[in-house]
């Protein structure tokens, strides 16, 4: 075991002498290749935490995504303002009787970055990846999939090609949000070609179809792709887009007051004014579709105990948090959906702040002195969560007021995502950036039971609860929106009764960029892509 | 040459401890206090050490639970001299109380690297042959490493944690220690008073206690202090970068780390842990120089 940890140490320590030899080099290359193509309008985006990984199906995390949706296009997209669907690489499609089989018509003349051709066999060779796990390429956790089509292979019983340019999904019953989750990033199409031959190594050698080419990714610096000349659509209107890695809120901020940058996210709410006065920049806000909470693991003692869950809900100031915290930009939550979605709840009570009750709920469950455990707080800045580390303080304070000890514990943020998947968190700090638009997005994938497997689980507050479960499995197969509402509406009371988490927040994340940059529509959805945007000289 | 010459002399000879060591914390004490700049790492080592004793006596709030988030960021005012911190926590008292957190990493981490490093240099030095080979080698081995980057190697396997970071600092510092204790003790090894007391029939513990290690006394206390000094040093920067402490630990890299957020809008949050830091490092190192001049045999007369 000793030897062990001792050859762990060296490999560390080999890694961050590589890196540190590795970034000097790929300065140079950069600087280099700036120089040659002077004429080149670059858009340099910068965000907190570089990307997990950039095949689209095998991540969760908002950062990979950016990159992604920019290389990949999906079967069907959103709307630019809106989270209606409209046709993508499929142009039409059509509904059976029985609501069980989905036809779709793709676009003709479309070509992978690596020239193969875009017809239904791809089409078919991406989700028979994805939902067969006998599949020889299905190499990944494929979460975002298990996810929406409840498991492996989930909801999608066949794929079948009609014609070249014709695919039909055969369901093994009806789903309401089937479209739109067709439209979700990470459902992007990839080149069969380039998965064959990449194998395990896909991951970082992305090949879509989208407006953008990917180029080259350092890890922890920056991910680079160029426009595509050859995009079935309107083309970019920038040459190049440089995704940098900058974890420092306030040094991003520097970054991009001198001007090497153009755009960031994860902006200091303290900082927002700051922006708002410098004559050069420009301030946009993202319409809110997210959710900032507090998850407690169920399965950890005494998370178990409904009452103890209820204490900590009375016990967390979530105005406070807002007003320090947000700049004001956000609204307390009390339902794990946003308020700007179909299906909300504005009935339930939820908790207000209320120590008082908070220690009468702990003595009522054993635990008139309190008890001990870990606040996990995430190392990155998110849209829902500007300053982790800082609200983990302010709950720990809140809880400390209630008699909880509880200990602030924080990782890497791949470790992070791991661990919690895995369940070996208490108190676990998260978020979440609908995706779809649907309410199912939200609640089926946090809050179903069928989605605490193990190491790829979506709910990590391993909350299973039947009678919640037979409402969200109920309403995905309902096509009529007003019956789905109900019994979403219903599902919110007893998650708020039951209280596997404290609902923290819905932010309205904040966009800093240069007065240059035009053409960009933040999407509710949290990621967007930069075909339309434009840098003015 | 002549220098060196000296030095062998002096080592060689046989001492009357109590007597002459006397004379020699005196004379020591009496350089340090002359030098103004070894009398100024004095009285700040000396305030130091106070202020982390009578921590909860002059500190004026509560480092941890006295926080306000509606008053969080509040500038230097007469009620809180050095203002309040991203939580609406009493700057003041934070640093007071972190003053406690880094006599405690300190003297734990130099502790443990002062009691690996002479025992591992004394056999190192006294039984020679292949088990000098063995650790003097695996010594090297740590020294070729940039201190914080072996420090951080560390703690990323044990854990980010502030018991962790101390642990880490020790065993990047032990090398030192072994090597001052090795060349001194094989440089009295083959003296007559100790073939003397090996010939009465003295235990090889006994000998290495009693005969050798207390010639290697002055170096030692020279490198104790001034590995006090960087040892503080990195704990902060290991905390700085979330190694270490974590929140909510009033420890100075950990503040200074959380105010860094602030620069612009708020820099009175990072400046006050920044100057803390500086200055008692500066101390230890003021201290330890003028130590290692007031120790040098070579002044005695």
Redesign the interface.
């Given at each position: 075991m000793k030897a062990r940890k001792l050859v762990v140490a060296f490999l560390v320590i080999a890694a961050l002498m590589v890196n540190i030899v590795g970034c000097g080099g790929g300065k140079e290359t950069e600087n280099k290749a700036s120089e040659g193509k002077g004429n080149d309008k670059v858009f340099v985006f910068a965000r907190s935490g570089d990307a997990s990984g950039l095949d689209p199906i095998n991540v969760t995390d908002g950062e990979s995504l950016y990159v992604t949706q920019q290389i990949f296009d999906t079967l069907l997209d959103y709307e630019e303002d809106s989270t209606e669907v409209k046709p993508a690489l499929a142009t039409e499609w059509e509904n059976s009787k029985d609501g069980k089989e989905w036809t779709l018509k793709l676009r003709k003349d479309v070509k992978f970055h690596d020239g193969t051709p875009f017809n239904a066999e791809a089409v078919k060779f991406n989700f028979d990846r994805w939902r067969d796990e006998k599949n020889p390429y299905h190499q990944g956790d494929f979460a975002y999939y298990t996810a929406m089509f409840s498991g492996f292979p989930g909801v999608i019983k066949d794929v079948v090609v009609v014609d070249e340019y014709t695919v039909k999904f055969v369901l093994t019953k009806p789903m309401a949000p089937f479209l739109a989750n067709l439209a979700m990033a990470t459902f992007g199409m990839s080149s069969p070609e380039a998965i064959k031959k990449y194998g395990e190594d896909y991951f970082k050698n992305p090949v879509g179809t989208g407006p953008f080419k990917f180029v080259k990714w350092e890890k922890d610096q920056q991910v680079v792709v160029e426009k595509n000349p050859e995009y079935w659509g309107q083309k970019a209107k920038v040459d190049r887009i440089v995704f940098r890695t900058i974890p420092d809120n306030s040094a991003r901020l520097l970054e991009l007051k001198a001007g090497t940058i153009d755009a960031m996210i994860g902006l200091n709410p303290d900082d927002i004014q700051t922006v708002k006065d410098d004559s050069n920049l420009q301030l946009m806000l993202r319409p809110s579709m997210n959710v900032g909470y507090l998850a407690m693991n169920m399965e950890k003692k005494p998370l178990d105990n409904v009452k103890v869950r209820q204490a900590i809900n009375y016990a967390v100031n979530k105005q406070a948090i807002i007003d320090a915290f947000y700049g004001g930009l956000a609204k307390p939550a009390k339902n794990p959906l946003p308020p700007s979605l179909w299906g909300y709840n504005d009935n339930v009570k939820g908790y207000e702040y209320d120590p008082a009750k908070a220690k009468a709920l702990l003595a009522e469950a054993g635990f008139p002195n309190g008890f001990k455990t870990t606040l996990w707080a995430m190392p990155v800045a998110r849209d829902y969560m500007p300053q982790p580390k800082e609200i983990g303080q302010a709950i720990q304070q809140d809880l400390a007021k209630v008699g909880i000890d509880a200990k602030i514990v924080t990782y890497d943020w791949t470790t992070y995502i791991q661990k919690g998947e895995k369940g070996e968190h208490d108190l676990y700090l998260f978020g979440w950036t609908g995706d779809n638009g649907d309410p199912d997005n939200f609640l089926f994938y946090l809050l179903d039971k069928t989605n605490t497997v193990k190491g790829s689980a979506g709910n990590v507050s391993f909350y299973r609860d039947d009678r919640v479960s037979a409402l969200l499995t109920e309403a995905q197969q309902e096509s009529d929106q007003a019956k789905r509402a109900k019994l979403y509406e219903q599902a919110q009371v007893l998650v708020s009764e039951h209280a596997p988490w404290v609902p923290l927040v819905h932010s309205t994340p904040p966009i800093a960029a240069k007065k240059s940059i035009t053409g960009w529509l933040p999407h509710a959805t949290g990621t967007e892509c930069f075909v339309s945007l434009d840098k003015a000289e | 040459m002549s220098e060196t010459v000296l030095n062998l002399n002096d080592t060689q000879q046989p001492r009357n401890e109590t007597r002459e060591s006397k004379g020699l914390w005196a004379d020591a004490f009496n350089r340090i206090v002359r030098s103004k700049s070894s009398l100024i790492g004095l009285i700040i080592v000396a305030i130091f050490l106070l202020v982390a004793l009578v921590a909860p006596v002059i500190a004026p709030y509560d480092p941890?639970?006295d926080?306000d988030?509606?008053k969080?960021?509040e500038e230097p005012s007469g009620q809180h001299i050095m203002g309040r911190d991203?939580?609406g926590r009493d700057i003041f008292s934070r640093l007071i109380y972190g003053s406690r957190i880094s006599v405690q990493i300190g003297v734990i981490s130099v502790s443990f690297a002062l009691i690996l490093g002479v025992s591992l240099g004394a056999a190192a030095g006294y039984y020679g042959r292949w088990l000098d080979g063995i650790i003097m080698r695996a010594m090297d081995i740590l020294l070729a490493?940039p201190s914080v980057?072996?420090a951080?190697?560390?703690t990323?396997?044990?854990g980010?944690e502030l018991r962790n970071a101390m642990i880490a600092i020790g065993v990047v510092y032990t090398p030192h220690f072994a090597r001052i204790v090795r060349s001194t003790v094989l440089s009295v090894k083959a003296a007559e008073y100790i073939e003397a007391a090996r010939s009465i029939g003295c235990s090889d513990l006994r000998i290495i206690m009693r005969h050798v290690l207390p010639n290697c006394i002055a170096p030692i206390i020279v490198q104790t202090t001034l590995s006090v000094g960087t040892a503080i040093l990195d704990a902060a920067a290991l905390s700085f970068l979330?190694l270490g402490a974590?929140?909510?630990t009033p420890e100075w890299g950990a503040m200074l780390s959380?105010g860094?957020?602030?620069?612009?809008?708020?820099p009175h949050v990072m400046i006050f842990p920044g100057m803390a830091i500086m200055f008692v490092v500066l101390g230890f190192n003021l201290l330890g120089d003028g130590l290692r001049d007031a120790l040098d045999p070579r002044l005695k007369q």
């Open positions: - | 941890i639970n926080s988030l509606v969080r960021l991203s939580q490493f980057l072996l951080i190697a560390i990323a396997v044990l980010p979330g974590q929140p909510p959380d860094r957020s602030y620069i612009q809008k708020a």
